[in-house]
């Protein structure tokens, strides 16, 4: 996506010969100026849909979150009203098998 890097003031493109002043020059001028607001114009517009796109997508993150929350909360209740918490004795680590019976595997690449 296009990103200006510096974000201050949208400065007017400048020619780098002047022209002769005249009636001609004056409608390009007007031209440029109409072409540069309908795109500043159609870029703004852009950005409002975005905007939209991205507050309609909090919002339903935001209900998505309530409702999972909620749902987290009924298993909790219901956890400790079915199954009071009990504490686990530590298992014990069998012992790692001998060397002989592992199976290894050399890769070369």
């Given at each position: 996506?296009?990103?200006?890097?510096?974000?201050?003031?949208?400065?007017?493109?400048?020619?780098?010969?002047?022209?002769?002043?005249?009636?001609?020059?004056?409608f390009?001028?007007?031209?440029?100026?109409?072409?540069?607001?309908?795109?500043?114009?159609?870029?703004?517009?852009?950005m409002?849909?975005?905007?939209?796109?991205?507050?309609?997508?909090?919002?339903?993150?935001?209900?998505?979150?309530?409702t999972?929350?909620?749902?987290?909360?009924?298993f909790?209740s219901?956890?400790?009203?079915?199954?009071?918490?009990?504490?686990?004795?530590?298992r014990?680590?069998?012992?790692?098998?001998?060397?002989?019976?592992l199976?290894?595997?050399?890769?070369?690449?």
């Open positions: 996506m296009y990103q200006q890097s510096a974000r201050g003031q949208i400065r007017p493109k400048i020619s780098t010969m002047p022209r002769q002043q005249s009636e001609a020059t004056a390009l001028d007007i031209y440029k100026l109409v072409i540069e607001k309908k795109r500043l114009q159609q870029e703004l517009q852009g409002d849909q975005r905007r939209q796109q991205i507050v309609d997508r909090l919002a339903l993150l935001e209900t998505q979150v309530s999972l929350e909620k749902t987290a909360q009924q909790r219901t956890e400790t009203q079915s199954n009071p918490p009990t504490v686990q004795p530590p014990r680590s069998e012992p790692a098998p001998p060397a002989e019976t199976d290894t595997l050399f890769l070369e690449y």
